[in-house]
């Protein structure tokens, strides 16, 4: 079996037309515990190198785990989110394999008797479909170290000078969901893959189980793909890109691989069952090792942890108090807010549900609330390259501009500059307001000195209103706009505009 990658990919609507494509998911998210999950070690992130670690998490003889109670309530959590059978009994076995960033040499996770199993999650595409994807188990396990390369000019081992190893990854606790192979999505499966694991991050969250933010590395997909001939015939070869870390990476790696594979097949060779890995940079994956099978392993049952025995009292109790599952609630919530199902959708996808929803609660109106977000700031996050939860302004801002157009003491162009300047760091919306005076004009005493001095420099527009023709009236306003910096309320000018032509 030669390993070389094909001479040229194959375009994918062509792959995916001679091809049927069938996709697995593995998705790992580390808990948001205080400590890791078998010591005492604290968790935050970003620490110095090795300070979060303890005999255990650099497993040191004889030290022993002692398992984290919230981690299993976690573990627990997840798999009652995803529909699935909670074990009575499970265990913790033992994953041997040598690398430096596993200190004690193996990795202590669940093989045979996961603590989640027969589940499913619905997912629903950006066009409303909703394809059932099947859980095959959910298991608890913990995090290896991290390997640094240093000296190479790819960040990879190989041309590196040395390698440096922090452990403060190391035993952090992580649940891993395993879906069954997703078959029959044909030329849909990349999409079928980010929906799916964007699905899953959102019920981490709705959960509290975990950040899950995936530039963090908290959430990481391990994407499976294989083509056979046709839907009915057996299973093909499948490889698996491994730590895939944002959604539009999922997309594009099973994308890739359908590309890849195709081509494979076409010049009569076979596809390698192995890992690869997803470049970020180039958008293609390159070949990894040979995939390992079970047996390599050597899994036994873990000697120094007890069985984990959830009593059916507590997951009763768990699944009393799960939150309301993010799809539903997305329903309920674009019933209140009366939006199309393209507008949620939007929303859906930018990522602006939650501060729709906090900028409602704020005073804004649903309407008001989506026309800042997917509007405004929805063009400065693109223009920026950030998210819109990355922006330097609260929904709770956004509820109090809102609330100053509201009660007519800023019109639309006024607010947009208070918003620049609240973006810019300037303070609160009021404190914008009052420190560049951009509040509308509304004594009328003012108003009146620029519509005298804009009726005195047109004669002619004067003439033509006073005849009967209002078209020409919209100059005047404009001048008056003009001389009020735009912070007069124009239909009040009108009013003005109108009332002094008829007195004169």
């Known amino acids: 079996m ?7 990919l194959v375009d994918y609507d062509e792959a995916v037309r001679r091809y ?17 999950m078998f010591d005492g070690a604290p968790t935050e992130f970003g620490a110095a190198p090795n300070t979060q670690v303890t005999p255990t998490s650099l497993g040191l003889p004889g030290a022993l785990p002692a398992l984290n109670r919230t981690a299993v309530e976690s573990a627990i959590k997840i798999g009652l989110a995803l529909h699935c059978e909670i074990a009575e009994v499970c265990r913790f076995a033992r994953k041997n394999y040598f690398y430096p960033d596993v200190p004690k040499n193996f990795q202590t996770s669940q093989y045979d008797e996961p603590i989640a199993f027969d589940g499913h999650l619905d ?44 452990y403060n990854r190391a035993g952090i606790p992580l649940v891993e969901i395993v879906t069954r192979p997703i078959t029959g999505v044909g030329d849909r499966a990349p999409e079928v893959a980010r929906a799916y694991v964007q699905t899953l991050r959102d019920i981490f969250r709705a959960l509290e189980v975990s950040e899950a933010r995936m530039e963090r590395g908290n959430v990481r997909a391990d994407v499976n793909v294989s083509l056979r001939p046709t839907p009915q015939s057996p299973l093909g070869t ?23 594979q195709a081509a494979v097949l076409d010049e009569g060779r076979t596809v390698t069952q192995e890992t690869r890995h997803w470049h970020e940079d180039t958008s293609i994956t390159t ?6 099978d079970a047996e390599d392993y050597r899994y036994f049952p873990e000697p120094d942890l007890l069985p984990v025995a959830p009593s059916r009292e507590w997951v009763e109790e768990l699944r009393a108090g799960l939150p309301e599952v993010p799809s539903v609630r997305r329903r309920r919530l674009q019933a209140a807010w009366g939006y199309a199902d393209a507008e949620m959708r939007d929303v859906v996808n930018a990522g602006a549900v939650e501060l729709i929803e906090t900028t409602i609660a704020a005073g804004a109106s649903p309407a008001a609330a989506r026309k800042w977000w997917m509007g405004e700031l929805a063009r400065t996050a693109n223009t920026e390259g950030l998210e819109l939860t990355e922006l330097a302004v609260t929904p709770t801002q956004i509820g109090e501009l809102q609330g100053l157009v509201d009660s007519g003491r800023l019109n639309d162009k006024l607010a947009r500059q208070v918003l620049a300047g609240v973006l810019a760091g300037e303070g609160s919306p009021a404190e914008v307001v009052a420190a560049r005076g951009l509040e509308i004009v509304s004594d009328d005493g003012p108003l009146l000195e620029a519509i005298d001095a804009a009726l005195a420099a047109q004669p002619d527009v004067v003439a033509k209103v006073r005849g009967g023709n209002l078209g ?17 309320d124009a239909g009040r000018v009108r009013e003005l505009v109108l009332e002094r032509i008829g007195q004169e």
């Open 2 to 8: 030669s390993n070389h990658e094909p001479a040229t």
């Open 20 to 36: 049927d494509p069938v996709i697995g998911i593995e998705v790992h998210v580390e808990l948001g515990t205080a400590s890791k």
């Open 123 to 166: 997912v629903e595409l950006d066009d409303g479909t909703v394809v059932r994807v099947e859980i095959e188990r959910a298991h608890m396990e913990e995090d290896a170290g991290k390997n640094t390369h240093v000296g190479g000019a790819t960040g990879r081992i190989h041309g590196a000078d040395h390698s440096l190893v922090d």
């Open 238 to 260: 499948r490889t698996e890109t491994k730590n895939v870390n944002s959604f539009r990476s999922v997309e594009r790696a099973v994308r890739y691989e359908i590309s890849r």
């Open 287 to 292: 070949a990894g090792r040979v995939k390992s």
């Open 472 to 488: 020409p009236v919209g100059a005047i306003i404009g001048s008056v706009m003009k001389a009020t910096r735009g912070q007069a």
